[in-house]
T-cell receptor, first 112, second 114 residues
Framework: GNSVTQMEGPVTLSEEAFLTINCTYT??????LFWYVQYPGEGLQLLLK?????DKGSNKGFEATYRKETTSFHLEKGSVQVSDSAVYFC???????????FGTGTSLTVIP | DTGVSQDPRHKITKRGQNVTFRCDPI?????LYWYRQTLGQGPEFLTY????????KSRLLSDRFSAERPKGSFSTLEIQRTEQGDSAMYLC????????????FGDGTRLSIL
């Protein structure tokens, strides 16, 4: 079946530190992969996506590369800001797009 | 494009009561999804519609839950005879029908059962 596993949080970093949040997946086919971000009291917002192997998604300084050989889609940012504090969810979608499978989320707190 | 809107934002009710939530998707999106999210967890799929047709339902969706999308636009999710375990955030999302299109989420309805 399909599933997503994320590194557990919470993660606390100082401003300008390097961020990595690990995500690995299990899928029966060739899924599309996504990172969503959820700020307190809000719904999920799409952060970036990649639809095939070796694609790199990027947005707002965040990047993730679709690695088929390691079934991973790790999220990285070179220099985090306080405003990046949120919960980050890795997700996959079968190419039929019928359903998304989400990880459990990783809470990030960035301190000044 | 005003985004996905959900109403109400917060619902508090007594156990055993019925509740109904509404979701208005992005207007050109023909797919609409309902998820449930509990504290510390990712969203769990409940059901989805393509236009007015309900095409898939999760086993999480007990017979107390029913969802409709009568004209292929807005959708409602009703929970009958609510139980303590129904307390959660209910999220709605919409997307275009292509398989690798992202889903756009509303801010959710938080249900609290007393």
């Amino acid at each position: 079946g399909n599933s997503v596993t994320q590194m557990e949080g919470p993660v606390t970093l100082s401003e300008e530190a390097f961020l990595t949040i690990n995500c690995t997946y299990t899928a029966t086919g060739y899924p599309s992969l996504f990172w969503y971000v959820q700020y307190p009291g809000e719904g999920l917002q799409l952060l970036l996506k990649a639809t095939k192997a070796d694609d790199k998604g990027s947005n707002k300084g965040f990047e993730a590369t679709y690695r088929k050989e390691t079934t991973s889609f790790h999220l990285e940012k070179g220099s985090v800001q306080v405003s990046d504090s949120a919960v980050y969810f890795c997700a996959l979608s079968e190419n039929t797009g019928n359903q998304f499978y989400f990880g459990t989320g990783t809470s990030l707190t960035v301190i000044p | 494009d005003t985004g996905v809107s959900q109403d109400p934002r917060h619902k508090i009710t007594k156990r055993g009561q019925n509740v109904t939530f509404r979701c208005d998707p992005i207007s050109e999106h023909n797919r609409l999804y309902w998820y449930r999210q509990t504290l510390g967890q990712g969203p769990e799929f409940l059901t989805y519609f393509q236009n007015e047709a309900q095409l898939e339902k999760s086993r999480l969706l007990s017979d107390r839950f029913s969802a409709e999308r009568p004209k292929g636009s807005f959708s409602t999710l009703e929970i009958q005879r609510t139980e303590q375990g129904d307390s959660a955030m209910y999220l709605c999302a919409s997307s275009l029908a292509n398989g690798n299109q992202p889903q756009h989420f509303g801010d959710g309805t938080r249900l609290s059962i007393l």
